[in-house]
């Protein structure tokens, strides 16, 4: 089956059934929306929520520190402040499910997980020791703790996004919102940095078209940029 996605995304043909291993998940991604369109009359229930939850957590992290939260708002009292914080954006409200995706600034889970690879037989403890050590400090750096929260926790939204896709859902990433206010106002830790702001729910219907993605001539580099 050609993707019908295909020339809308500017991505060379594949046909999914003869030439990926997995063709639901390439019609996925060449379909996935940033829906703004929600039914306001419906919500996911908590067993969806936490089923994307899970998705997003299966995503790749650095040695597996898996350094993200998720804070999840559905009171329609706190979605109204959050279209506030988010400077207005009402898709928020109508999608029902407000998603703040928190980047860990700092290696938080190193001791765990550390552990987890010399349990599981993966690293000597040794090995473990040092490359923990090594991992600590390198985050104890400002810039690198935020790119640590901020790579990591993408690829979870980025996974979360492609769920819900998965589902029947809309869903939306968004960075425009106060980043001090929603902090304060969700009351993250000090190691917290939110990342991204998912609003999900059920589709109220068709999206606009998507709008012209680069062609891959323009953004391939090879061997030098
Ligand atoms: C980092 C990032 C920030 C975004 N911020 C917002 C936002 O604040 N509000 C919004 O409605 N959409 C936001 N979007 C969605 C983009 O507008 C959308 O991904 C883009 O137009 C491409 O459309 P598509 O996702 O449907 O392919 C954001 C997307 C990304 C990746």
Redo the contacts with the bound molecule.
């Keep these: 089956m050609k993707s019908p996605s295909n020339a809308a995304a500017g991505a060379a043909e594949i046909d999914a059934e003869t030439d990926a291993t997995f063709p639901n998940a390439i019609e996925a991604l060449r379909t996935?929306?940033?829906?703004?369109n929600f039914d306001p009359e419906t919500d996911i229930d908590d067993a969806t929520l936490e089923a994307l939850v899970e998705d997003a957590t299966l995503a790749p992290s650095s040695y597996n520190l898996q350094p993200w939260e998720f804070v999840a708002v559905q009171d329609e009292d706190r979605l109204d402040e959050l279209v506030d914080l988010?400077y207005g954006?009402e898709?928020i409200r109508a999608a029902g499910t407000a998603v703040l995706v928190v980047g860990h600034d700092e290696p938080k889970t190193a001791d765990r997980v550390f552990d987890e690879w010399v349990e599981a037989g993966r690293m000597d403890a040794e090995t473990a020791e040092a490359t923990k050590e090594q991992t600590l400090a390198m985050y104890d750096d400002e810039r690198m703790g935020r790119d640590y929260a901020v790579r990591n926790a993408s690829l979870a939204a980025q996974n979360f996004l492609l769920s819900a896709h998965a589902r029947g859902l809309a869903a939306?990433?968004?960075?425009?919102?106060d980043s001090e206010g929603v902090a304060e106002f969700l009351e993250l830790p000090e190691e917290g940095v939110p990342v991204?702001?998912i609003a999900v729910g059920p589709s109220g219907g068709d999206?606009p078209e998507?709008?012209p993605r680069r062609d891959v001539e323009e953004v391939l580099h090879r061997e030098t940029f």
């Design positions: 996935r929306r940033s829906g703004h988010a954006q898709h939306t990433p968004m960075i425009g919102f991204v702001l999206e998507r709008l």
